[in-house]
């Protein structure tokens, strides 16, 4: 079975004036003042949350949908179908590998002890070990990206060899449908993140096989990517969104649970999408690291599986081309305030 997708196509190939305007802005203005985005149904991202505090002053939003995964995501970006898009480190860095002219300038997810992946199987599934996947139904979100990278890094690193690991079957499934989908049979395995988890492990019946922090420690999971002549062209409107977006994670990580879940809850009923917001009383941790500040060991850690998938032109990952912490107000040390 092929698991992986083929690399992003060379149609992500921009021109230089297919960019809104050119920067006009005096130093210190953002020579931009709106940003295209894809959104997520019935839950906050961090750039919403940043504007909803004020952390990007004039400049604002302007929503063009929901996306359906990561690597969709940067592309959109990448083609100049939005201003910023966000995925999984190796996601961009295959997008960057295919000739994608885009740069990391903020991570915004990832796992710690409180906000993780898990693989569940079934409470009275006979899965107990890696090698009974061997044959098994895997669902994931999308194919080549995180959970496939977790899946396929502790597979190997439980001893099972290449020809082995191909034989796990991946089952590409939108996430809402994942819990129905294992509860139903339908597949041996589902991994399960965030407040889609929280609430199958509520529901009670389901086990994890591993989870990602458990196989690997805490990590940054993935950044927000923009464009490069964004970067050029509005350096100062890129310099508001990192650090809205930085100031919003260090608010997470500061501010008390149940004020986060309600500024939640507000800023979904205000915008009117028709969404619910039942599922965010689970929400526990944004699940990153100080400011979202990108280092190198944030793709380093999937060099071998990028590998192994074809998805290097050379051995080595070249982490200079691939992000920036030059925006970030976080990147020195020094604290930087958040409310």
Partial sequence: MKKTLPLFAAAVTLLAGCASATATGAPGQPEKLELRYQGSANSVTLPELAEDLGYFGPVKLKWVGNTISGPQDIQSAATDQTDFGGAFTGAVVKLVEAGAPVKAVVNYYGSDDKAFIGFYAKEDSPIRTARDLIGKKVGVNTAGANLEAALDTWLQGQGLSGDEIKQVQLVVIPPVNAEQALRNGQLDVAALQGILQDHAVAAGGVRPLFTDVGAFGPYNGGPYVLRTDFIKKYPETAKIFVSGVARAIEWERTTPRDEVIARFTQII???????????????????????????????TRWESWLKQEGYLKHDKIDTSKLYTNEFNPYRDGAPAVTK
């Fill in 269 to 299: 009923k205000a915008r009117g999408r028709n969404e619910s917001t039942d599922t965010l009383k689970y929400w526990k941790s944004v699940g990153i690291t100080r400011g979202g500040l990108i280092s190198d060991a944030d793709y």
